[in-house]
């Protein structure tokens, strides 16, 4: 079944600090997109990344930057140099099995990133 | 331009109300979803309509109907509201569905405390 895994439930950086947010994934398709969002404290969802499998090159995008390995089933995400307004929950994201052509998402649990000042 | 919209943002009601929550998304997508997150922030999806047709119904008590009465509109009518009601509602819309997953895009959400 398909299933994403943040076993990281709260993280707490100071600003300036680097952080990794961790994703792990099963899935048994051969094929398919992972996501991340961010939820700020004001309540928003905000897609920030969309993957596809078959590029395992890191994507990088200003501080925020994404590793992918497909070999450990893990889409992790790396903010260098943090700040306070990066201060939000994550979340990392699925689609359902091939089989299910429906758009489904599949959520993991959820980090909460707290960055002080 | 707000890209999917939801009204409204704040909903306070009384246990056994029927009240209903709407969604408009201006970015001519097929898709469109309700989601629910609990207090743990824990998100699940609870309905999906491609081109005004349901095809997503996950287990969701037959008190929740969504409505989509076209492709940029997808209504959620919650009747006899129930103290485990009260969450976040969020609204999104996709291009369309495919096997590997399309981006959602999300409204702002609906805080619906039930008291």
């Known amino acids: 079944a398909q299933k994403v895994t943040q076993a990281q439930t709260e993280i707490s950086v100071v600003e300036k600090e680097d952080v990794t947010l961790d994703c792990v994934y099963e899935t048994r398709d051969t094929t398919y997109y992972l996501f991340w969002y961010k939820q700020p404290p004001s309540g928003e969802l905000v897609f920030l990344i969309r993957?596809?499998?078959?590029?395992?090159q890191n994507e990088i995008s200003g501080r925020y930057s994404w590793n992918f390995q497909k070999s450990t089933s893990s889409f992790n995400f790396t903010i260098t140099a943090s700040q306070v307004v990066d201060s939000a929950v994550y979340f990392c994201?699925?689609?359902?099995?091939?089989?299910?052509?429906?758009?489904?998402?599949?959520f993991g649990q959820g980090t909460t990133l707290q960055v002080k000042p | 331009d707000t890209a999917v919209s939801q009204t409204p943002k704040y909903l306070v009601t009384q246990m056994g109300n029927d009240k209903s929550i709407k969604c408009e998304q201006n970015?001519?997508?097929?898709?469109m979803y309700w989601y629910k997150q609990d207090s743990k922030k824990f998100l699940k999806i609870m309905f999906s309509?491609?081109?005004?047709?349901?095809?997503i119904n996950e287990t969701v008590p037959n008190r929740f109907s969504p409505k989509s009465p076209d492709k940029a509109h997808l209504n959620l009518h919650i009747n006899s509201l129930e103290l485990g009601d009260s969450a976040v509602y969020f609204c999104?819309?996709?291009?369309?569905?495919?096997?590997?997953?399309?981006?959602?895009?999300f409204g702002p959400g609906t805080r619906l405390l039930v008291l």
């Open positions: 993957r596809n499998s078959f590029d395992e």
């Open positions: 309509y491609n081109n005004k047709e349901l095809i």
């Open positions: 994201a699925l689609p359902t099995a091939f089989s299910s052509n429906t758009g489904k998402l599949i």
């Open positions: 999104a819309s996709s291009p369309g569905t495919s096997l590997r997953g399309e981006t959602q895009y």
């Open positions: 970015l001519g997508h097929d898709t």
